[in-house]
């Protein structure tokens, strides 16, 4: 049953700008991890913003848990939970606080909101710090704790707006893991994501963004498959700037569907890594670069995206 | 009900998380009540015990040539005028009109209107009104006393020809013009109604009234229209919008700042009044219920402009000066720091646009004019109205706000 339901949905922020949302549709499955997985701009904020009645669409609808965001916001706002990209937190007041707070916003209370916060702060790894003030504390912490206010209650739909943007490894890692738990005890989780590992780790599908659109989506196997039974060529170049010149060279290549280049390394899409390499080495010759390292690899989220784009995820 | 409670619970925890929220909550108003108090005392509160070396001129021109005003004129010199019979009153100087039927008037216990020409930018303008006011306030009241006296006197037959009873009268007058070297009480002073001063029929306040209820009108402005400030943080900071998607509704949300705000002034205003009540002796307590009225309805107004200010401000910092320059700007310019009634006419009319201008003529008239409930009930609306006008435009772009 689609817990979530994604139809049409547009939305223009101003009246003659572009769509920064673009004709989404999709469904979310009650207890599935769906990943929106785009990259900056692409339109996953503004998408997460409609349905969780912060927004109001300039067309389409969504549904959620039956009950349409426009006509009964409230009723929505009682099934989700929303960690926002941006961390909104009191940063002059404590972790315990700030739960406290959200948590009677959210209508809990007694001791049931007391057992709330000391299961959040626990899950989070925060209990020693339960009384500092959120502005001492690192990155790390305050995207935990940021990550914690979105849960508290066990909201059915949670919803994780880029939860690891700038942290370290540790509490990424930890957020990770959080999250695949909290699924398999019944969440049902919408996240998302500019990292493909990210969103090829969590989901059961992914809806992939660019520009505004949904321009693919399914399962990981049904998305690499899109691709067919290509390779993916990365080399590495010694010069970190001939990496363009190189990618533009193989361009059109037989046997090479998609060439792309960035930070000094150029991503090919092609029939037989093995095929190819010679003529990518040859090419590489007559531009005057030379190749570090060569690394064969099977088509993943970043393949698609740009079998489907022609760019790179992270340009 | 319990997410209201949560939010102003949680506005005040925000406002003093630091000490110096409540220095500027706390300590600075109260010192500022007591510095202010005692720099306007210098002007407004004259003081018989310690004469000025110089006196000011005052001209004045009478059409009554009765006994009231002599004695009128020999009550001057005490509140350090100078006064100068004139038959035409000079330009650009004090003068005083006194009509004919001055003395009659008073006798009667009538209404009398002189007019006080006053100079608006001198600075001693204040300090004639107000001697002008304290003098006719003596010669009303000991005429009153005398004409008492008049009648005992008639009645056990001490006096029987007109120009016996005329004598007795002077003396009586002069007797207790005498004897009442120090002007009576402000309160006694408008017992005896008989006089008035066309340029503002009204007593005013004395330096401590005038400073206890001018910087609390000044100091909870900064609190109240700090709203702005507090609104466009929490949206900046993402705060709202987290809001917004908990299970309360946008109204709730707003109502919830609105009265954490207002909370936090009313709190404010309490230890303000209680302040000026037992540290600088202010008497608040004369009609509670209208003060606290009047403080209910110029706190509502003031928070309502700061949320209407929130849905226009963009940045903090703009909201921060925009705060501060307009508690400021409207306390100064609604007579918080001194009285319109040394201000010109049509200032006075202007300002009323403020509604700090009518929290300051509504806490003047229960301090200085004996005011009391019934009589400010009509500032109170008006204050009611201003918070009308800002809270439905501010709700109205809030609830637009994406
Ligand atoms: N408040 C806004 N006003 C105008 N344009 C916006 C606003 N928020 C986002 N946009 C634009 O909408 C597009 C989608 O943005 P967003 O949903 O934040 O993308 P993502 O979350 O995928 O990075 C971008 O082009 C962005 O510049
Ligand atoms: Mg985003």
Same mark, same amino acid.
Request: charged share 15%; net charge negative.
């Given at each position: 049953m689609a817990l979530v339901e994604v139809n049409n949905l547009v939305k223009r922020y101003t009246s003659a700008g572009p769509n920064a949302v673009d004709a989404v549709s999709f469904e979310i499955h009650a207890g599935e991890v769906f990943s929106l997985l785009g990259p900056n701009g692409a339109g996953k904020t503004t998408t997460i913003s409609m349905i969780s009645t912060l927004l109001t669409p300039t067309a389409g609808n969504v549904v959620v848990d039956g009950h349409d965001v426009q006509r009964e916001p409230m009723a929505v706002r009682e099934v989700i939970g929303v960690a926002p990209q941006d961390l909104a937190l009191y940063h002059d007041l404590s972790a315990e606080e700030n739960l406290r707070f959200w948590g009677e916003m959210r209508g809990l209370g007694g001791a049931e909101l007391k057992r709330e916060i000391a299961e959040k702060l626990a899950l989070m790894d925060l209990s020693d710090r339960a009384k500092a003030r959120v502005k001492t504390f690192s990155g790390g912490m305050k995207r935990r704790l940021n990550l914690a206010v979105g849960l508290l209650g066990n909201p059915r739909l949670v919803m994780l707006d880029e939860p690891t943007v700038a942290i370290d490894p540790q509490s990424r890692r930890y957020i990770l893991d959080y999250v695949k738990r909290m699924n398999a005890d019944g969440a049902t989780v919408l996240y998302t994501t500019h990292y493909m590992e990210e969103a090829q780790e969590l989901s059961h599908r992914i809806g992939i963004m660019d520009q505004g659109r949904l321009i693919a989506l399914g399962t990981l196997e049904e998305l690499t498959r899109q691709v067919g039974e290509h390779e993916t060529l990365v080399l590495k170049l010694h010069q970190e700037g001939g990496g363009a010149a190189l990618a533009e060279a193989l361009t059109g290549c037989e046997d090479v569907f998609e060439a792309s280049a960035s930070n000094g390394e150029v991503t090919l899409n092609v029939d037989s890594a093995q095929a190819a390499l010679p003529l990518a080495l040859a090419k590489a010759g007559d531009l005057g670069l030379s190749i570090r390292t060569v690394d064969i690899r099977e088509p993943n989220l970043e393949t698609v995206f740009l079998h489907l784009t022609g760019r790179a995820l992270r340009d | 009900m319990q997410r209201l409670r949560a939010m102003i619970r949680n506005e005040f925890l925000l406002e003093f998380t630091s000490p110096i929220s409540l220095f500027f909550f706390l300590v600075l108003p109260l010192l500022f009540t007591a510095a202010v108090g005692a720099g306007l005392g210098g002007m407004m509160d004259q003081d018989?015990?310690?004469?000025?070396?110089?006196?000011?001129?005052?001209?004045?021109?009478?059409?009554?040539?009765?006994?009231?005003?002599?004695?009128?004129?020999?009550?001057?010199?005490?509140?350090?005028?100078?006064?100068?019979?004139?038959?035409?009153?000079?330009?650009?100087?004090?003068?005083?009109?006194?009509?004919?039927?001055?003395?009659?008037?008073?006798?009667?216990?009538?209404?009398?209107?002189?007019?006080?020409?006053?100079?608006?930018?001198?600075?001693?303008?204040?300090?004639?009104?107000?001697?002008?006011?304290?003098?006719?306030?003596?010669?009303?009241?000991?005429?009153?006393?005398?004409?008492?006296?008049?009648?005992?006197?008639?009645?056990?037959?001490? %006096?029987?020809?007109?120009?016996?009873?005329?004598?007795?009268?002077?003396?009586?007058?002069?007797?207790?013009?005498?004897?009442?070297?120090?002007?009576?009480?402000?309160?006694?002073?408008?017992?005896?109604?008989?006089?008035?001063?066309?340029?503002?029929?009204?007593?005013?306040?004395?330096?401590?009234?005038?400073?206890?209820?001018?910087?609390?009108?000044?100091?909870?402005?900064?609190?109240?229209?700090?709203?702005?400030?507090?609104? %466009?943080?929490?949206?900046?900071?993402?705060?709202?919008?987290?809001?917004? %998607?908990?299970?309360?509704?946008?109204?709730?949300?707003?109502?919830?700042?609105?009265?954490?705000?207002?909370?936090?002034?009313?709190?404010?205003?309490?230890?303000?009044?209680?302040?000026?009540?037992?540290?600088?002796?202010?008497?608040?307590?004369?009609?509670?219920?209208?003060?606290?009225?009047?403080?209910?309805?110029?706190?509502?107004?003031?928070?309502?402009?700061?949320?209407?200010?929130?849905?226009?401000?963009?940045?903090?910092?703009?909201?921060?000066?925009?705060?501060?320059?307009?508690?400021?700007?409207?306390?100064?310019?609604?007579?918080?720091?001194?009285?319109?009634?040394?201000?010109?006419?049509?200032?006075?009319?202007?300002?009323?646009?403020?509604?700090?201008?009518?929290?300051?003529?509504?806490?003047?008239?229960?301090?200085?004019?004996?005011?009391?409930?019934?009589?400010?009930?009509?500032?109170?609306?008006?204050?009611?109205?201003?918070?009308?006008?800002?809270?439905?435009?501010?709700?109205?772009?809030?609830?637009?706000?994406?």
């Open positions: - | 018989a015990d310690t004469p000025q070396e110089v006196r000011i001129p005052l001209y004045v021109q009478t059409q009554d040539q009765g006994s009231l005003v002599e004695a009128l004129l020999a009550v001057f010199p005490e509140a350090n005028l100078q006064p100068e019979l004139v038959e035409v009153l000079p330009e650009e100087q004090f003068g005083l009109e006194i009509p004919a039927y001055f003395s009659a008037a008073l006798l009667n216990g009538d209404m009398v209107t002189l007019t006080l020409h006053t100079l608006p930018d001198n600075s001693s303008s204040f300090a004639v009104e107000q001697a002008v006011r304290a003098a006719q306030g003596r010669v009303g009241g000991a005429a009153l006393v005398a004409k008492m006296g008049l009648e005992q006197a008639r009645q056990a037959g001490v %006096v029987s020809t007109p120009e016996e009873e005329l004598q007795f009268f002077r003396e009586v007058l002069n007797e207790v013009l005498a004897t009442a070297q120090q002007p009576p009480a402000t309160a006694q002073v408008r017992w005896a109604e008989g006089a008035t001063i066309t340029d503002d029929a009204n007593a005013m306040a004395t330096s401590a009234e005038q400073a206890s209820a001018g910087q609390l009108v000044t100091w909870v402005q900064i609190t109240l229209l700090g709203a702005a400030e507090v609104l %466009v943080s929490e949206r900046l900071g993402g705060t709202l919008r987290r809001m917004l %998607v908990t299970p309360a509704s946008r109204f709730v949300v707003l109502l919830g700042k609105l009265l954490g705000r207002l909370a936090l002034g009313l709190l404010q205003m309490t230890i303000l009044l209680v302040g000026g009540a037992l540290l600088f002796g202010v008497n608040w307590g004369r009609h509670p219920l209208a003060v606290a009225l009047v403080s209910l309805a110029f706190a509502i107004a003031t928070v309502s402009l700061g949320i209407l200010l929130a849905t226009v401000v963009k940045t903090r910092g703009q909201a921060g000066s925009i705060v501060v320059g307009l508690s400021m700007g409207m306390a100064a310019l609604g007579g918080a720091w001194y009285p319109l009634e040394i201000t010109p006419p049509l200032y006075r009319q202007v300002v009323q646009i403020l509604p700090s201008t009518w929290a300051m003529r509504a806490y003047t008239d229960l301090l200085a004019r004996g005011a009391n409930l019934v009589q400010v009930l009509p500032y109170v609306g008006i204050l009611l109205g201003f918070a009308l006008v800002f809270l439905t435009v501010g709700v109205w772009r809030f609830q637009r706000y994406e």
